[in-house]
């Protein structure tokens, strides 16, 4: 009797042990999924209205609003057609973000575009999605952004005269680095960053908003007569103005990538896409009667930095305001293309379409430092050759395929998925005019102004099918064989594991 209560005694003891073992490691083990689930899902579980409206608004207003007008007035040739254009880009972007409204409450899976194709069409045009978003779309917005904040920084340092292209790509290119680091190191601190430059990013577009309207009550008005005068209409043209408007408005379908953290997404996500793409029209087309003002047509297609422009002839001495605070609107832009990168490589990864190191989390800062740390340097490489413009075009014709592809998804799942549930039902004939509208902007150009740049691009994302075939769909045991140790060695060095051995 004594021995079996002697054990009995130890195996209580053992246990009491365990279970203050167990319970003083489980406020760890959850404020780590708490924090890898931050990566996951940054914005928070319990985003509402305003939330929703504010995210559509802070991630739409960027780069774009300082650096498109240029191109688009280049396109059309005058004020008229330009303005309206603006406009037309808005009402597009609704139209397009309803239908990912439909498509992210039928669907609620992250990752964006990904999952909609794969339900749709299968494993291949969602391979080729993820393919070419990791490879071209997402690096080079990141580049677009950076050298866009790069000219900015740079012109003030180069009065009368464009600053140096080695200038701006080095700026751009330590922008990258920077930003790569942040958002590396810690999510919280990248989150931070973002808050604090999403605030001045308004207060910029506020100023020249209220600037533009003074001086129309003043009688600035002689840039608007005869607006229509001089254009260059052709279906060419207005697809190039297009895609420089549209780069403006890239964002509108990013509340489809936070669905799952929605509040009452079933009214929320059309409320939010309702509200918020409609209000930054009217800021864009307010911003651009600002720039016209106080510019001709010539003076702005001549300008360096239009943003810049506008301050020194509105604002001196105080002009120095416009190019800090839209260097911190770029870098609000570039820092939360960053913070988000992760997430399609996550879901790409796990479906085993990506090398699986991509989709890894840092165990020390609990980030996805291994894909954040390759878009930076592919981005890096496209600042190398490219200028802002044939970035944009090239990004721009990549990315309104898989537009349209997701959105004829959306019509096709209305005959083949008739069971799913569709909380919000847009009407057919939505899906039809975006999906008909994304086909005149990819084959216009192409047909009006063939360029090699397109061909490349339509190459590159075929390419893709190579890929599919040979490391995916038949998985050769060599390309196994070369990838694990790879795959290894980058654990090692960047001390990085699967997400879900973070959470467990």
Same mark, same amino acid.
């Given at each position: 009797?004594?021995? +079996?209560?002697?054990k009995k005694?130890k195996?209580?003891? *053992?246990?009491?042990?365990?279970?203050?073992?167990?319970q003083s490691?489980?406020?760890?083990?959850m404020? &780590?999924q708490?924090?890898?689930?931050?990566?996951?899902?940054?914005f928070?579980?319990c985003?509402?209205?305003?939330?929703?409206?504010?995210?559509?608004?802070?991630?739409?207003?960027?780069?774009?609003?300082?650096?498109?007008?240029k191109?688009?007035?280049a396109?059309?040739g005058?004020?008229?057609?330009?303005?309206?254009i603006?406009?037309?880009c808005?009402?597009?972007?609704?139209?397009g973000a309803?239908?990912?409204? +439909?498509?992210?409450?039928?669907i609620?899976?992250s990752?964006?575009?990904?999952?909609?194709l794969?339900?749709?069409?299968?494993?291949?045009p969602a391979?080729?999605?993820s393919w070419?978003?990791?490879?071209?779309?997402?690096?080079s917005?990141?580049?677009?952004?950076? &050298?866009?904040?790069?000219?900015?920084?740079s012109?003030?340092?180069?009065p009368g005269?464009?600053?140096?292209?080695?200038?701006?790509k080095?700026?751009?290119?330590?922008?990258i680095?920077?930003?790569?680091i942040?958002?590396s190191?810690?999510?919280?601190l990248?989150?931070?960053l973002?808050?604090?430059?999403t605030?001045a990013k308004?207060?910029?577009?506020?100023i020249?908003i209220v600037?533009?309207?003074?001086?129309?009550?003043q009688?600035?008005?002689d840039?608007? *007569?005869?607006s229509?005068k001089d254009?260059?209409i052709?279906?060419?043209?207005?697809s190039l103005?297009f895609?420089?408007?549209?780069?403006?408005?890239?964002?509108?379908?990013?509340l489809n990538?936070?669905? +799952?953290? &929605?509040?009452?997404?079933?009214?929320?996500?059309?409320?939010?896409?309702?509200?918020?793409?409609?209000l930054?029209?009217v800021?864009?087309? &307010?911003?651009?009667v600002?720039?016209?003002?106080?510019?001709?047509?010539?003076?702005?297609?001549?300008?360096?930095?239009?943003?810049?422009?506008?301050?020194d002839?509105?604002?001196?001495?105080?002009?120095?305001?416009?190019?800090?605070?839209?260097?911190?609107?770029?870098?609000?832009?570039?820092?939360?293309?960053?913070?988000t990168?992760?997430?399609?490589v996550y879901?790409?990864?796990?479906?085993?379409?990506m090398?699986?190191?991509?989709?890894?989390i840092?165990?020390k800062?609990?980030?996805p430092?291994p894909a954040?740390?390759?878009?930076?340097?592919?981005?890096?490489?496209?600042?190398?050759?490219?200028?802002?413009?044939?970035l944009?075009?090239?990004?721009?014709?990549?990315?309104w395929?898989?537009?349209?592809l997701t959105?004829?998804?959306?019509?096709v799942m209305?005959?083949t998925?008739?069971?799913f549930?569709?909380?919000?039902?847009?009407p057919?004939?939505?899906?039809?005019?975006v999906?008909?509208?994304a086909?005149?902007l990819?084959?216009?150009?192409?047909?009006?102004?063939?360029?090699?740049?397109?061909?490349?691009?339509?190459?590159?994302?075929?390419?893709?099918l190579?890929?599919?075939v040979?490391?995916?769909?038949? *998985?050769?045991?060599?390309?196994?064989?070369i990838?694990k140790p790879?795959?290894?060695?980058?654990?090692m060095?960047l001390?990085?594991?699967?997400?879900?051995?973070v959470?467990k």
């Amino acid at each position: 009797m004594g021995g +079996e209560g002697l054990k009995k005694r130890k195996g209580e003891d *053992k246990g009491r042990e365990d279970r203050e073992s167990i319970q003083s490691h489980e406020p760890q083990t959850m404020n &780590l999924q708490k924090q890898a689930n931050l990566f996951l899902f940054p914005f928070g579980p319990c985003v509402g209205l305003i939330s929703g409206i504010c995210m559509i608004v802070g991630t739409i207003i960027g780069s774009g609003i300082f650096v498109s007008p240029k191109s688009v007035l280049a396109n059309v040739g005058a004020v008229g057609p330009c303005l309206t254009i603006w406009a037309a880009c808005g009402v597009l972007a609704t139209l397009g973000a309803l239908c990912f409204a +439909e498509l992210g409450t039928m669907i609620t899976k992250s990752g964006g575009e990904y999952p909609y194709l794969m339900e749709a069409f299968g494993p291949i045009p969602a391979f080729l999605f993820s393919w070419t978003s990791l490879l071209v779309t997402k690096p080079s917005s990141f580049a677009i952004i950076c &050298l866009s904040f790069a000219e900015y920084a740079s012109t003030p340092f180069y009065p009368g005269c464009d600053p140096p292209p080695v200038v701006i790509k080095c700026l751009a290119a330590a922008a990258i680095v920077v930003i790569t680091i942040v958002n590396s190191l810690s999510v919280k601190l990248g989150s931070y960053l973002q808050n604090f430059l999403t605030a001045a990013k308004m207060i910029i577009v506020t100023i020249i908003i209220v600037s533009g309207i003074v001086l129309l009550a003043q009688g600035k008005t002689d840039n608007f *007569k005869d607006s229509f005068k001089d254009s260059k209409i052709s279906v060419g043209s207005i697809s190039l103005a297009f895609y420089n408007g549209l780069w403006a408005y890239d964002g509108w379908n990013q509340l489809n990538y936070i669905t +799952e953290e &929605l509040k009452n997404p079933y009214r929320n996500l059309p409320l939010s896409i309702m509200i918020g793409i409609p209000l930054v029209t009217v800021c864009y087309i &307010l911003i651009n009667v600002s720039y016209f003002t106080v510019m001709t047509s010539t003076e702005l297609l001549q300008s360096s930095a239009v943003a810049v422009t506008f301050g020194d002839r509105v604002l001196y001495p105080a002009s120095w305001i416009v190019p800090l605070f839209v260097v911190f609107s770029t870098l609000g832009s570039a820092n939360g293309t960053c913070f988000t990168a992760g997430r399609l490589v996550y879901v790409a990864g796990r479906e085993g379409h990506m090398l699986k190191v991509l989709s890894y989390i840092s165990v020390k800062h609990l980030t996805p430092a291994p894909a954040l740390m390759f878009y930076g340097a592919v981005a890096i490489i496209y600042i190398i050759p490219g200028d802002i413009d044939t970035l944009i075009n090239y990004f721009s014709f990549a990315v309104w395929i898989f537009y349209g592809l997701t959105v004829l998804a959306l019509i096709v799942m209305r005959f083949t998925r008739k069971e799913f549930r569709r909380p919000i039902r847009v009407p057919i004939v939505i899906p039809v005019i975006v999906t008909l509208v994304a086909i005149v902007l990819v084959l216009a150009p192409i047909i009006s102004a063939p360029e090699l740049p397109y061909l490349y691009c339509a190459l590159f994302i075929l390419s893709g099918l190579i890929v599919y075939v040979l490391f995916v769909h038949l *998985k050769f045991s060599w390309a196994q064989k070369i990838s694990k140790p790879i795959t290894m060695h980058l654990q090692m060095l960047l001390e990085v594991v699967p997400e879900e051995e973070v959470t467990k």
